[in-house]
């Protein structure tokens, strides 16, 4: 079985401070991790995958993240935050079947 | 290009009606999925068919009933509403490629049900 556990609700973040959302995961086999971003009203769109390649993940909108299995973790990070980032974030895990299980979402607000 | 798209994108019914979900993708893909968004944003699987056949089916009440025409379509029933059904019913679909890595899933708008 997998699940993720997505710490902070709502994270607030200044307009070109580093963005961090956090996910860590669990997994009975070994993961692939993935970051949705939902803006207002609208579906799910994908940030970036891990698929067991490189540990470093980059995505779209400048956004990468690490894999650390020591860590069981998977954060989300980009250097300079811009308005246009405020969205809902879905960190979410699969264990190679068609499942994906989802975290509860992290709420980022950027402060201009 | 629209490449998940649901209809109606809301939906505001009475309790007890029926009611009814279409989604369509265009990306050729052989998986397509529902999930439910609860009011906490809560995302969870709630069906998946590859191929026109039932491959996922979580704990989910019998009055929801998945239907696959084809495998560009996915389309989900609902008997009998009620409250607790008011939620973002949101269409995915994936592509399965045998020994390569895992599919992305692709995601429609959503289709927002309120049950009065």
């Known amino acids: 079985a997998q699940s993720v556990t997505q710490l902070g609700s709502h994270v607030s973040v200044s307009e070109g401070a580093l963005v961090l959302l956090r996910c860590n995961y669990s997994?009975?086999?070994?993961?692939?991790l993935f970051w949705y971003v939902q803006y207002p009203n609208q579906g799910l769109q994908l940030l970036l995958k891990y698929t067991s390649a490189a540990t470093l993940v980059k995505g779209i909108n400048g956004f990468e993240a690490e894999f650390k299995k020591s860590e069981t973790s998977f954060h989300l990070t980009k250097p300079s935050a811009h308005m246009s980032d405020a969205a809902e974030y879905f960190c979410?895990?699969?264990?190679?079947?068609?499942?994906?299980?989802f975290g509860t979402g992290t709420r980022l607000t950027i402060i201009p | 290009d629209t490449a998940v798209s649901q209809t109606p994108k809301y939906l505001v019914t009475q309790m007890g009606n029926d009611k009814s979900i279409k989604c369509e993708q265009n990306?050729?893909?052989?998986?397509m999925y529902w999930y439910k968004q609860d009011s906490k944003k809560f995302l969870k699987i709630m069906f998946s068919y590859n191929n026109k056949e039932l491959i996922i089916n979580e704990t989910v009440p019998n009055r929801f009933s998945p239907k696959s025409p084809d495998k560009a379509h996915l389309n989900l029933h609902i008997n009998s509403l009620e409250l607790g059904d008011s939620a973002v019913y949101f269409c995915?679909?994936?592509?399965?490629?045998?020994?390569?890595?895992?599919?992305?899933?692709?995601f429609g708008p959503g289709t927002r049900l309120l049950v009065l």
């Open positions: 990306l050729g893909h052989d998986t």
């Open positions: 995915a679909s994936s592509q399965v490629v045998a020994g390569g890595p895992v599919w992305t899933q692709y």
């Open positions: 979410a895990v699969s264990g190679g079947n068609e499942k994906l299980t």
């Open positions: 997994s009975s086999v070994p993961p692939y």
